[in-house]
């Protein structure tokens, strides 16, 4: 919530307000932004979320996004969409530069649990469930950050719920062609998972 409300805070300084409508923006600025932003912001965050399995990262990816939409001059009635495939877009290019830090990451954890070994301490089922739970969605994320970009797209959209001629509609594809499209995806992905399962 605390993402929502800095971006939130961020649009509102940037435009001027009478009983809650934008009566100027500065130049370069949408005047529909703020209206945009308390519509879409769930999905977009939810998109975003999808790829990421973070809400804070998903915010972030959220924020980012609607500052470049308030630049840019995507017809409204457009919005929901380009805002859906920007989400996907520049979630999927966080995956893709996370790794150094989620490599960080794992090593950390790694050391905590020798150290837990040292010291005679017993991981209960449920930790161990957790952290199995853990590296599989870790596995499937950086397996989708791998795929064909326009694969990764379609596939995160429509597992965000977004029907098959809303992806075909924000993708520019035809309705019959995006469940092909969805189950290459998944083919692909599933590929991706095993060929580094069998180099591990």
Do not use: I
């Not at 949408?30 to 990421?52: I, K």
């Not at 809303?166 to 060929?195: H, Q």
């Amino acid at each position: 919530m605390r993402h929502r409300r800095s971006a939130s805070a961020a649009v509102a300084r940037r435009a001027e307000w009478k009983d809650g409508a934008v009566v100027s923006s500065p130049p370069g600025v949408r005047a529909d932004l703020e209206q945009v932003f308390r519509t879409a912001y769930p999905r977009v965050v939810a998109v975003a979320a999808r790829v990421l399995g973070s809400r804070d990262e998903a915010e972030d990816v959220a924020q980012e996004v609607f500052l470049t939409f308030g630049r840019s001059t995507v017809p409204a009635g457009e919005a929901l969409g380009w805002l859906s495939v920007a989400a996907a877009h520049t979630a999927l290019n966080h995956l893709r530069t996370g790794r150094r830090r989620a490599s960080r990451e794992e090593a950390a954890s790694r050391t905590a649990a020798s150290r837990e070994k040292v010291a005679g301490e017993v991981v209960s089922p449920d930790v161990a469930d957790a952290v199995v739970t853990r590296e599989e969605r870790r596995r499937v994320r950086e397996a989708l950050a791998r795929l064909p970009r326009r694969q990764a797209v379609a596939l995160v959209l429509r597992h965000s719920g977004l029907s098959y001629a809303e992806v075909a509609a924000v993708l520019d594809l035809s309705p019959g062609s995006v469940g092909t499209t969805v189950r290459r995806a998944e083919s692909a992905l599933r590929k991706e998972l095993n060929r580094h399962a069998s180099s591990e």
